[in-house]
């Protein structure tokens, strides 16, 4: 018997977590279990399972179990262990990001509208969460066009002397600094809050009565200006349209796929009785089965600065379903229902969103297999003998030596793995020497001491010197991996030209590849360039500015790299210290009264 075998006979019966490891200790997967025992010996049964079971379970050489006091304590600790450890096979929503709230802060007397992630008890207005914040900043945009409510922070709101741009362009009324009327301004702060709680129609309404009065006064601008706002939210009005029952608040997930394909969700938001939001979320290596998935999505997408609304659609009855109505009802403070309507408007609505789940699966499984030819095409290509599934690209960036960075992403089966991606800074490389920078990457991500799985194909950005610079390195610490260079195309006259077709070179082979520039393999290299060169720019980027922003402060006496971290920590930018009164910095605790003057005094010099 061997030791995985020996801890699943001696787990207890009571309730409680495991997680599944793989030979590396890597956690594989995250469970909850009413019966540690009976749940864990399911997984290695001999009956039958589904594909992504099975190789999950073909993975798994370590077993950790935690006992919970109950069921409900295991879900929740459960939940806690995900986010932690984000396994490859539990649900994963992309960058453990909080979905988008709408805050208003009605204390104020010129409000604003602005887009935060966690909704906190300040008192002020918040209105989400919105499962798309793409769609979410377009409605914003319209409304602020519109309505023309200040856009400024309240710091640059109280320094600022003159109107910004926004007013110029008749986007803001200015109150930072014109005389604007507070009634009026909250006239229209009242109208967007309106809006905003699914009473568009009303809003229309309003403003046609505005109109119809402006126009008899022969107020012709004043009254354009309420007609083109009319069809601006009659236009937002004619995308949230849904047969709901007035004034409904809730979320409807529709589900597509199965246990050995993988699934998709569909996210439909709909507040006031209106669709504000729709979003679809991919799970092709869930090692679970539906009603596991719909409770693990839900436990992700909610938390204590992202509330559940009063009701939640969802396609079928959910794993430990009472449970999970009371954790939701625990987060929003009142009762949530978990329903599955069969009959009337509410199974219109979870129908909609098995048909954008169902319409989303299928394209996820056509991108799949489309991109799976592409690997296949490209493998051919460069002499493979499998699919390269696993490709990591490396970039460099610096500034004529200055700050230098490197970047490594990393793609799977096609796709962006962001836990691979990896930063590196250079700073013991003298000089603008890429080929020396390019060797000391691969020291750090193949030499002894790094443990990470090496991948199928390693792109190169650069030419033949990088390659063999890379080439070197590897032969060195006798790592086998297919290395591609990728070179930028270049003009009649030699030089570095977008519209010039990029070349690319192997190893043993004096002459570039021949890739066709429009096929599958020449873009997917290109993306995988491009998505490389754009994290190690942003990185390099990040460098010099935290630099030369610690550096300004420098010059001022009696401020050194200490204080002057914490000063832009403290007024969030150099902008923030800048604009800072001489009492601000004064009531800084780690200033004296006489850095504070000489900080204030330096930049009004």
């Not at 979905?99 to 992630?117: A, C, F, G, N, W």
């Not at 207005?125 to 856009?151: D, I, M, N």
């Not at 505005?210 to 009005?237: G, H, N, P, V």
């Not at 610079?469 to 195309?489: M, N, W």
Request: net charge positive; proline share 5%.
């Amino acid at each position: 018997m061997t030791e995985l075998e020996r801890k699943v006979a001696g787990l207890p019966l009571s309730p409680g977590v495991y997680l599944m490891k793989d030979a590396r200790g890597n956690v594989l997967y995250v469970g909850k279990a009413v019966s540690l025992k009976k749940r864990v010996q399911s997984y290695f049964s001999a009956a039958p399972k589904a594909v992504k079971v099975a190789a999950l379970v073909r993975r798994v050489r370590d077993l950790e179990v935690i006992v919970a006091a109950s069921e409900l304590d295991a879900l929740i600790l459960e939940n806690t262990l995900i986010k932690k450890y984000r396994p490859p096979y539990n649900v994963d929503l992309k960058d453990d990001k909080n979905y988008p709230y709408v805050r208003l802060q009605e204390s104020r007397k010129y409000p604003r509208l602005e887009i935060v992630r966690r909704r906190r008890q300040d008192g002020a207005l918040y209105f989400g969460p919105y499962p798309s914040v793409g769609a979410l900043r377009e409605t914003l945009a319209l409304l602020q066009k519109h309505f023309r409510l200040r856009r400024c922070s309240d710091r640059q709101f109280a320094n600022r002397t003159r109107p910004c741009l926004n007013y110029q362009m008749k986007l803001c009324q200015g109150p930072c600094c014109r005389e604007v009327d507070p009634v009026e301004y909250r006239r229209r702060v009242d109208q967007v809050v309106m809006f905003l709680r699914g009473r568009g129609q009303q809003v229309v309404d309003s403003l046609t009565a505005e109109m119809t009065s402006l126009a008899a006064d022969q107020r012709f601008e004043a009254a354009a200006r309420r007609r083109d706002t009319i069809f601006a939210l009659q236009k937002i009005l004619a995308t949230q349209e849904v047969d709901s029952a007035a004034g409904d608040d809730l979320d409807v997930v529709g589900l597509a796929g199965d246990e050995n394909q993988g699934f998709a969700l569909y996210l439909l938001t709909i507040r006031g009785g209106r669709v504000v939001g729709g979003r679809p979320f991919a799970f092709p290596r869930f090692a679970g089965y539906a009603g596991e998935l719909i409770t693990a999505f839900l436990q992700s997408y909610y938390d204590e600065a992202s509330v559940p609304p009063p009701v939640v659609l969802i396609p079928q009855a959910a794993g430990s379903h009472d449970l999970l109505e009371q954790w939701l009802a625990s987060l929003r403070k009142r009762k949530v229902s978990l329903l599955t309507p069969l009959r009337g408007r509410r199974a219109v609505l979870l129908n909609m969103a098995n048909d954008n789940a169902r319409a989303f699966f299928r394209q996820q499984q056509q991108d799949a297999a489309d991109l799976q030819q592409v690997l296949a095409a490209l493998g051919r290509k460069t002499g493979m003998k499998r699919v390269p599934a696993v490709i990591e690209c490396v970039d460099i960036s610096n500034l004529q030596g200055d700050f230098p960075v490197a970047s490594l992403v990393c793609f799977v089966n096609g796709r962006p793995f962001k836990d691979g991606y990896r930063r590196y800074r250079l700073d013991d490389i003298a000089g603008p020497d890429d080929f020396a920078m390019m060797a000391a990457v691969m020291e750090r991500r193949f030499g002894p001491g790094n443990e990470r799985e090496k991948p199928d194909m390693l792109l190169v950005d650069g030419g033949k010197g990088q390659l063999s610079a890379v080439s070197r390195v590897l032969d060195r610490l006798q790592v086998e991996v297919t290395v591609v260079a990728i070179a930028k195309g270049r003009d009649r006259r030699g030089k570095k030209s977008r519209t010039a077709v990029d070349r690319f070179f192997i190893r043993g082979r004096k002459n570039p590849l021949a890739v066709h520039p429009h096929s599958g393999a020449y873009l997917l290299l290109q993306q995988i360039r491009d998505e490389a060169h754009r994290f190690a720019v942003s990185y390099h980027r990040q460098r010099r500015r935290k630099d030369l922003t610690e550096s300004a402060l420098l010059d001022v006496p009696g401020v050194g790299p200490v204080r002057a971290r914490r000063l832009l920590e403290h007024f969030g930018s150099l902008q923030g210290v800048r604009q800072a009164g001489l009492e601000s910095l004064e009531n800084c605790p780690f200033l004296d009264r006489g850095t504070a003057s000489r900080v204030f005094h330096y930049f009004r010099s």
